[in-house]
T-cell receptor, first 113, second 111 residues
Framework: GQQLNQSPQSMFIQEGEDVSMNCTSS?????WLWYKQDPGEGPVLLIA???AGELTSNGRLTAQFGITRKDSFLNISASIPSDVGIYFC?????????????WGLGTSLAVNP | DAGVTQSPTHLIKTRGQHVTLRCSPI?????VSWYQQVLGQGPQFIFQ???????GRGNFPDRFSARQFPNYSSELNVNALLLGDSALYLC??????????FGAGTRLSVL
């Protein structure tokens, strides 16, 4: 199936460090979403981006919608152990009445206390 | 307020059987989407329904079907199960076409 290019695939960091991950695509998206998924749970929405160039924060999380509308990044500042999980980017495609989310493969984050 | 609820949480089936998965959206949400998530990958879009009509379909065989009821709950049906259908099936609801809120999923194992 169709997927976004998300990197890095995994990260292992020390508590307190900052984290950065990004997603790229050859397609243009109208909306970029960032989700976090814990084991055995469904994805939980972190940040939604609607306009090219938009920079949005949610606590220690900051995300930006690329100017070209083909990429986005997510930064986490001062990481804590509960940040552990898999982070997914998702781009929304609107094709008439057909709307669907295209997902990245995820970035697995491990935080060493 | 209740979030998106899915049932059952876990399910074990054998090849060739069929399965029905159920989803209740957040109150007030009229759109329901279904995704398949294989271990180690991101979710793959299967269907989206809005106001009981199919609004989107992913690249899944005809063995997969879904419907949405007047109360906006939804069912995903999979016939003639294959080993490769083993996955976490996620349901997401939304008020509009954009932000989707997910349930905890149904873990399907096909033996």
């Amino acid at each position: 199936g169709q997927q976004l290019n998300q990197s890095p695939q995994s990260m292992f960091i020390q508590e307190g460090e900052d984290v950065s991950m990004n997603c790229t695509s050859s397609s243009i998206f109208n909306t970029w979403l960032w989700y976090k998924q814990d084991p055995g749970e469904g994805p939980v929405l972190l940040i939604a981006l609607y306009k090219a160039g938009e920079l949005t924060s949610n606590g220690r999380l900051t995300a930006q919608f690329g100017i070209t509308r083909k990429d986005s990044f997510l930064n986490i500042s001062a990481s804590i152990p509960s940040d552990v999980g898999i982070y997914f980017c998702a781009g929304l495609i609107n094709a008439g009445n057909n709307r669907k989310l295209i997902w990245g493969l995820g970035t697995s984050l491990a935080v060493n206390p | 307020d209740a979030g998106v609820t899915q049932s059952p949480t876990h399910l074990i089936k054998t090849r060739g059987q069929h399965v029905t998965l159920r989803c209740s959206p957040i109150s007030g949400h009229k759109s329901v989407s279904w995704y398949q998530q294989v271990l180690g990958q991101g979710p793959q879009f299967i269907f989206q329904y809005y106001e009981k009509e199919e609004r989107g379909r992913g690249n899944f065989p005809d063995r997969f079907s879904a419907r949405q009821f007047p109360n906006y709950s939804s069912e995903l049906n999979v016939n003639a199960l294959l080993l490769g259908d083993s996955a976490l099936y996620l349901c997401a609801s939304s008020w509009g076409p954009d932000i989707q809120y997910f349930g905890a999923g149904t873990r399907l194992s096909v033996l």
